[in-house]
């Protein structure tokens, strides 16, 4: 999938599927798979570094996770977020980051909402840098919503995130990812927007979905409530690991054979 698939999706009404990916293989399995893009994000900080929220991420770590991404990632868009205060401090530091990021190999880059930094995002579009928005439950604001609550349930707040959605898309965002709204609003938004709109806890009617790894597969100890878990990663790496544990205990594992007959344990090539 390329930028410009985003619209030709769109139109006929043919879901988007986004995954998050933070290292190289498992994006590599991500890369053979149907998966039409993958999100370099910020949430990184909390499902490969264990920090608390996604506030820890910065732009040097960022970069470094693009980078090993992008040498799985073939032919699928790759997007990566804008770490936290990144874009809040002028163009140049703003630009410093989206540099990073596009060199270490990203196609687009995402950007936490909108009020107080329309200028630094219409710089960067304007500098023929592919963005996408994210509005709702930004996590990189978690401190100002007191938590992860779901957001724009009244009127006030409903109104708030329509009127940044469509500000988004004028000033040219291809797509928008829309987080943990109640889903007739991402519907509202959906339906009044001619760019894509990608949700995560917003309900069916957005043009695609987006999960983030670790969630769907069953890794992370704490997921949230909408993530579905599509396999017990968990539980799986622990029957292998208790596995792995008695075979060397009961000396099981190496098997005590010549070094020629370990091929038939692999398909490893030394
Ligand atoms: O950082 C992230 O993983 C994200 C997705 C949840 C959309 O922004």
């Known amino acids: 999938m390329k930028i410009n698939d985003f619209y030709n999706y769109k139109k006929p009404g043919k879901k988007i599927s986004m995954i998050t990916a933070y290292d190289y293989t498992t994006a590599s399995i991500v890369n053979d798979s149907d998966i039409d893009c993958a999100l370099v994000g910020d949430s990184l900080a909390m499902t490969m570094h264990g920090a608390s929220s996604t506030i820890w991420a910065n732009s040097r770590i960022m970069a470094l996770h693009t980078e090993a991404v992008r040498k799985a990632i073939k032919d699928k868009l790759l997007i990566s977020d804008m770490p936290f205060l990144s874009f809040r401090k002028g163009f140049l530091k703003a630009m410093e980051t989206v540099e990073k990021l596009m060199k270490a190999g990203a196609d687009a880059v995402k950007l936490e ?158």
């Open 113 to 270: 909402g909108i009020d107080g930094h329309e200028d630094t995002l219409s710089h960067i579009i304007k500098s023929d840098i592919p963005v996408m928005g994210h509005l709702g439950l930004t996590p990189q604001s978690i401190n100002k919503f007191g938590g992860y609550k779901i957001q724009g349930k009244d009127k006030t707040g409903a109104d708030s995130i329509l009127r940044q959605a469509k500000k988004l898309q004028e000033l040219g965002c291809f797509s928008i990812v829309l987080e943990c709204i109640p889903e007739e609003l991402s519907k509202e938004i959906t339906d009044t927007l001619k760019i894509p709109t990608i949700g995560i806890g917003a309900g069916p009617h957005t043009d695609g979905q987006v999960l983030v790894i670790q969630d769907m597969l069953g890794l992370y100890e704490l997921p949230p409530s909408f993530a579905k878990k599509y396999i017990d990663g968990r539980k799986l790496i622990k029957e292998a690991l208790n596995s792995f544990n008695k075979e060397v205990k009961n000396e099981a594992f190496p098997p005590k054979k010549k070094i020629a007959d370990r091929k038939k344990y692999s398909n490893a090539n030394y």
